[in-house]
């Protein structure tokens, strides 16, 4: 897998996830994802990308300000 911007190669790691909702934000810990070394751009594979729109749908049920999920957890 490659960067998309730089074209180099990227590395499997994990990042945190915060997702701006306007009246919430969410934060999602422990994603695992490809960033790129050099430009700490971030690519998660297509599952990944699935569950975390899944727990930031689900955070918005929670009425919370903000929301702190941990990925490794989550169900
Ligand atoms: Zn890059």
């Known amino acids: 897998m490659m ?3 730089c074209g180099i190669a990227v590395e499997k790691g994990f990042t945190t996830s915060v997702t ?3 009246d919430c934000l969410v934060i999602i810990r422990n994603v695992p994802c490809f960033k790129c070394a050099e430009c700490d751009e ?3 594979t297509a599952d ?3 569950r975390l729109e899944k727990m930031i749908e689900a955070s918005k049920n929670l009425l919370q300000d ?3 999920i941990d990925y490794a957890k989550a169900s």
């Open 20 to 22: 701006d909702l306007g």
């Open 48 to 50: 990944v990308a699935w």
């Open 66 to 68: 903000i929301s702190i």
């Open 3 to 5: 960067c998309l911007k």
């Open 42 to 44: 971030v690519t998660y």
